[in-house]
């Protein structure tokens, strides 16, 4: 008879149902509450977790993905990896420490630059990124992990820490001194440390942890490959069993060398890599294959039918025990799609989020260990939820397969090259040298949440709100003219959310009430669900861009977000090519900019701040990506006159090694996030003549630190040695939607007059 199946989790939504955790986390830093409260409600939150996990039947439970702000950020501060700025003491790493790290601000710290934030592979989270210098020690500097591992088995929870691994982790690390296959030379003092946690791990009785490589779904070179060898070799046989867990691609050349390391198991990413048949061969016999066969990103409901045939197939090939699991941590899914008054019951039967997700996982593991008579119901009740969902009308339109069908060439071009277009743009609208501008959101006040909250519950009619719109652009335009600055925008305080708000007036487009997931720290997003055909049925921007251009003699920007940014931050329906949604969605934007054009808009926005998310891990997969995303965002921009201006903004995006797509995209003015990553990402400017304007941010907007004008006219000054001061505009790294007035006025101030400095040094 075969092993019995068991079940466990990668990971679960550390933020919580209703976002207790950003509630908790934001009352701390204005200082409504103390360190021991806060930590008294992660608990709380910690608690509610790992019963919610027990009560689904997971045979191990996740300790250790919870976290204060983010886990690779936690994994750097107990590795005591602290840059030399924070004048770490090499004690405790208290929430002081670990807050100015993250943000660049701590109730008891002087501020200081944050480390830099980029997406964690090619997901819409954020992590925190490990820096490294010469000479670099490395010791156990924090106990959190071992400290919730003895609390969860303190409440009788079976629980299986989970880490970044030491490999991913070096992956992740930049070091000015140290790039590339160099960064390996600090591998065995990172692996010495996670020796010292396994031990300790073991002391408490733990005996099987999770230690997460998901860059061995990347392109690694054979240096990297050694490394891996030579970690997982030291850290064999001196703790617990290791379960190494690679997710969000297949592993290709690196497979091999994963299934043979000296650890307990290996977990594999069956929905985004398709290599579980292979692993279930090359595994060595005893040894764990965890199939993630339920996807961790997307919220559609599995198709258990022929899940289960899959692993029925798996059962028989490998010669160990199987053990079930998502694809990847439930970190980037919804918690539970119960009680969600939002969601429309004709799509609701056909999703599943973190809780559901576990329910399937049950279901399966009964089906395998008892027969399917056993489940025959609920095995019965999915595959009727999934055969309704593929034949739903309100899936396909015809309508909108024809009008893809029409797309010529000529739709895609815009009439003349980028030159010319700016000779026309400078007549239609003239502008100093060093043009200041924003990103397009401004602060989202209480008092605008407030209303919000009023007008969806009806207590606050239309009318009224809109008068009370009305009087916030008003204050938005008036507090930029004040400023100074050149280029204005409307504030957008109509704007719950950069893709919700569009996708609430799109066709195709269903929302929860409920569906939060973390981007970073107390981020949090709700992303809409892309369920069918998208089509736009009338203007979305263009009265409100209208009403606040009424009130300036100045430029504003017409604002939107990018097909592939709607795309890219939202659950996007599996049934069809990701690319044609994109296209369905770049024609939605392309007639929303030949409105805004009509209506006299010179200057508009089309955000793609998600570009470089949706590219491939692998090199080369990537190619096939850009094309289809370039053209969609080209099709957007696409159907205006050669003297209307369009930007573009990317933010957090390491896109130096996709430069050249990004120049195919044809904006005339390309804005990005500079200011956290020093310039780095200026480097791109080197080496290629990229065809537009730039605005590379120069200051950082998720920090609460006002820059200095000094300190703005520097960066300046080293962003003229890379651009032309002809094609050089200055703005802020992204939208100051999160910001307070009190931060955004000197914020903004100083970034003028830096831009003014530098204009009359250049007269």
């Known amino acids: 008879m075969a092993a019995s199946i068991l079940t466990h989790n990668l990971g679960f939504p550390r933020i919580g149902r209703d976002r207790e955790l950003k509630w908790a986390l ?31 039947g997971l045979d191990l439970i996740p300790a250790g993905d919870f976290s204060w702000y983010d886990q690779v950020l936690d994994l750097t501060t107990m590795l005591g990896a602290i840059p030399p700025r924070f004048n770490w003491d090499g004690g405790t790493v208290d929430f002081d420490l670990y807050f100015a790290l993250a943000r660049g601000r701590a109730p008891g710290r002087d501020p200081v630059t944050a480390c830099a934030l980029t997406k964690w592979f090619d997901t819409n989270y954020h992590h925190l990124v490990p820096e490294l ?18 609390e969860a088995r303190a409440l009788g929870f079976a629980v299986k820490p989970v880490l970044v691994g030491p490999l991913t982790w070096l992956w992740l690390a930049r070091s000015a001194e140290a790039r590339g296959d160099q960064r390996l030379q600090w591998l065995p ?26 860059a061995l779904a990347l392109d690694l070179s054979p240096a990297w490959r050694d490394g891996l060898r030579t970690a997982y070799g030291a850290l064999a046989g001196g703790g617990p069993a290791i379960l190494l867990a690679t997710y969000f691609g297949r592993l290709g050349e690196q497979l ?23 692993a279930a061969t090359l595994l060595p016999a005893g040894r764990v294959l965890s199939v993630g066969v339920i996807d961790g990103r997307n919220i559609w409901r599995t198709d258990l039918g022929a899940t289960l045939a899959r692993l029925q197939n798996l059962r028989t090939r490998h010669r160990g025990p199987l053990w079930l699991a998502p694809s990847c941590s439930l970190l980037h899914v919804p918690v539970d799609v119960a009680g969600d008054a939002r969601l429309p019951e004709s799509i609701r039967p056909w999703l599943a989020f973190a809780t559901q997700k576990l329910d399937e996982l049950a279901i399966l593991r009964s089906a395998l260990d008892n027969g399917e008579q056993r489940v025959a119901a609920a095995l ?5 939820a999934f055969a309704d969902r593929r034949r739903s009308p309100q899936v396909h339109r015809p309508v909108v397969a024809a009008r893809l069908a029409a797309l010529t060439q000529a739709d895609e071009r815009r009439r003349s090259a980028r030159a010319e277009r700016a000779a026309l743009q400078r007549q239609r609208v003239a502008l100093p040298m060093f043009p200041t501008t924003t990103i397009g959101s401004f602060p989202q006040t209480e008092a605008i949440r407030r209303a919000r909250g009023r007008w969806r519950s009806g ?27 050149d ?18 007036q799109l066709d195709g487009f269903a929302f929860s009430g ?83 054009e009509a209506a006299g808009v010179g200057i508009i926005q089309i955000d793609e701040a998600a570009l470089r998310e949706g590219l491939p891990l692998r090199q080369a997969d990537r190619a096939a990506y850009l094309d289809w995303a370039v053209r969609a965002f080209r099709i957007a921009a696409s159907g205006v006159a050669d003297d209307t201006q369009i930007h573009t903004h990317m933010c957090y995006s390491d896109f130096n090694d996709i430069i050249a797509a990004v120049a195919a995209m044809d904006a005339d003015v390309t804005t990005i996030e500079s200011a956290r990553s020093d310039g780095r990402l200026l480097d791109a400017f080197r080496d290629f003549d990229f065809p537009g304007d730039i605005g590379p941010g120069v200051y950082d907007i998720h920090s609460p630190n006002v820059p200095q004008p000094a300190e703005l006219l520097d960066r300046l000054r080293a962003m003229r040695t890379r651009i032309p001061a002809e094609r050089l505009w200055v703005n802020p790294d992204c939208g100051l939607k999160t910001r307070t007035w009190d931060e955004v006025r000197p914020a903004l101030a100083a970034m003028v007059a830096a831009a003014r400095a530098l204009r009359a040094a250049s007269a």
């Open 26 to 56: 934001e009352a701390y830093w204005r200082g409504a509450i103390d360190g021991a409260e806060l930590e008294h409600r992660g608990r709380e939150l910690r608690r509610r977790h790992w019963q919610l996990q027990a009560a689904a």
């Open 133 to 150: 210098t010469a000479g670099q020690p490395f010791r156990l500097a924090n106990t959190r992990l071992l400290d919730e591992v003895a």
């Open 189 to 214: 003092e990172v692996v010495a440390v996670y020796g010292q946690v396994l031990a300790r791990l073991a002391a408490l009785g733990v005996d099987w942890v999770q230690l997460d490589e998901p």
């Open 256 to 278: 091999e060398a994963a299934c043979t390391l000296p650890v307990g198991g290996l977990h594999l990413d069956g929905v985004r890599g398709g290599e579980l048949e292979a």
């Open 380 to 384: 019965d009740e999915a595959r009727a």
């Open 459 to 485: 207590e606050l009619g239309d009318a009224a709100y809109e008068d009370f719109l009305r009087e916030e652009i008003a204050t938005a335009i008036r507090e930029q003219e004040a400023l100074g600055l």
């Open 487 to 504: 280029v204005l925008v409307h504030g957008e305080a109509e704007r719950n959310d950069m893709v919700e708000y569009f996708g609430e």
């Open 514 to 596: 409920n569906g939060w997931v973390q981007s970073y720290g107390s981020r949090c997003v709700k992303p809409p669900i892309i369920y069918g055909d998208v089509a736009r049925p009338g203007p979305m921007t263009v009265a409100w861009i209208r009403y606040a251009q009424g009130l300036t003699d100045k430029p504003v920007k017409g604002m939107l977000t990018g097909p592939v940014t709607l795309l890219n931050w939202s659950f996007v329906r599996d049934d069809q090519p990701r690319a044609i949604t994109c296209l369905q969605l770049a024609l939605a934007i392309r007639d929303e900019v030949r409105d805004l």
